[in-house]
């Protein structure tokens, strides 16, 4: 009668055990997906994004680099740079005091923090940003709410950067 309660544990031990084989591949390969969209991030930002990136900007008499503009300024930031239109594509969530001279109550303000998408191209020109090819775009619900260009659009930015 022993043995065949040791079977039967063997048995059950043996079943749930083959049911736990298909969850670890299916953890396997949740793992190996994560990796590869972390390695696939990490390889996004080229070595001319970086370069760039370590750029200094002087402006009403201050010095910063275009990293520091927009890391703050701007929360969750994508980088990509355009060789061939010498483009700098910088896009985040919205974040105070960017674009603070626009009349939105704090509902609307909580709103765009959220899900508010700042989207800046920069040509750049030489080792300067060229302020008269500079756009800047608001995106909330699928809507642009707020465009500025060229000059206003770069100086509003480093504005912007001075009062934080």
């Not at 969850?23 to 930002?45: C, F, P, Q, Y």
């Not at 920069?122 to 699928?142: K, P, R, Y």
Request: proline share 1%; glycine share 4%; hydrophobic share 40%.
């Amino acid at each position: 009668m022993k043995w065949m309660t040791k079977l039967t544990f063997i048995t059950c031990l043996s079943v749930l055990l083959a049911g736990c084989g298909d969850r670890l591949t299916e953890i396997k390969d949740a793992v190996s997906g994560i990796n590869s969209a972390a390695d696939a991030a990490a390889s996004a930002v080229s070595r001319d994004v970086h370069a760039i990136r370590a750029l200094t900007i002087n402006y009403n008499d201050e010095s910063f680099t275009i990293n520091d503009l927009f890391k703050t300024i701007l929360r969750d930031i994508r980088w990509e740079y355009d060789a061939q239109k010498n483009e700098l594509h910088v896009q985040g969530t919205w974040q105070a005091p960017l674009f603070s001279d626009q009349a939105w109550d704090q509902a609307i303000q909580q709103q765009l923090a959220e899900t508010g998408i700042v989207s800046i191209t920069c040509t750049m020109n030489g080792e300067q940003i060229d302020a008269s090819h500079t756009a800047i775009t608001l995106v909330f619900n699928d809507e642009k709410i707020l465009q500025m260009d060229g000059e206003v659009a770069l100086h509003h930015l480093y504005d912007t950067y001075l009062k934080k």
